[in-house]
């Protein structure tokens, strides 16, 4: 019967588009109400690198690899400093859509994030103090070529 194939085809490519969706976004960057994609794709690379690490921190891998990743491409964004990619006007847009997810995360965590997106703005003050009162300037001091461990997982 046509109809029958028919609705089983389309059944397969609704099942194989859901695999594809939880793939692309998994649930340790779509928990809450906003995605993390949303903030990310407006940083430059190091910092959107540790926002979503500190996004994703407790939900995907091991806290310890995380937070070292997360200090690494702290300190390289707060050592290389790159050019703004939104203004402050439009950080100030971000950080209120984050709010809403406060509750969400640890509240260093939010801070860290919120001074990521100011950092995204140009402004390195906040991520800098919020580094240092948290521990992501106590490693070795990084180098242009130094690597980030990356598990193979």
Same mark, same amino acid.
């Given at each position: 019967?046509?109809?029958?194939?028919?609705?089983?085809?389309?059944?397969?490519?609704? $099942? $194989?588009?859901?695999?594809?969706?939880?793939?692309?976004?998994?649930?340790?960057?779509?928990?809450?109400?906003?995605?993390?994609?949303?903030?990310?794709?407006?940083?430059?690379?190091?910092?959107?690198?540790?926002?979503?690490?500190?996004?994703?921190?407790?939900?995907?891998?091991?806290?310890?690899?995380?937070?070292?990743?997360?200090?690494?491409?702290?300190?390289?964004?707060? $050592?290389?400093?790159?050019?703004?990619?939104?203004?402050?006007?439009?950080?100030?847009?971000?950080?209120?859509?984050?709010?809403?997810?406060?509750?969400?995360?640890?509240?260093?965590?939010? $801070?860290?994030?919120?001074?990521?997106?100011?950092?995204?703005?140009?402004?390195?003050?906040?991520?800098?103090?919020?580094?240092?009162?948290?521990?992501?300037?106590?490693?070795?001091?990084?180098?242009?070529?130094?690597?980030?461990?990356?598990?193979?997982?």
């Amino acid at each position: 019967m046509k109809i029958a194939k028919n609705s089983n085809t389309q059944l397969n490519a609704q $099942k $194989k588009n859901r695999d594809v969706a939880r793939q692309v976004n998994p649930e340790h960057y779509t928990f809450g109400l906003v995605e993390c994609i949303t903030f990310n794709r407006f940083m430059p690379y190091s910092i959107g690198c540790a926002f979503k690490y500190l996004w994703r921190l407790g939900r995907k891998d091991d806290e310890t690899i995380e937070l070292g990743k997360i200090s690494w491409y702290v300190r390289d964004s707060l $050592k290389f400093r790159p050019r703004p990619t939104i203004n402050a006007e439009f950080a100030d847009v971000l950080i209120r859509e984050l709010s809403l997810m406060e509750d969400e995360f640890e509240h260093e965590v939010y $801070k860290m994030l919120v001074g990521l997106i100011s950092a995204a703005a140009g402004d390195f003050e906040l991520l800098e103090c919020l580094a240092e009162e948290y521990g992501f300037l106590n490693d070795a001091p990084i180098a242009a070529n130094q690597e980030v461990y990356v598990s193979e997982a």
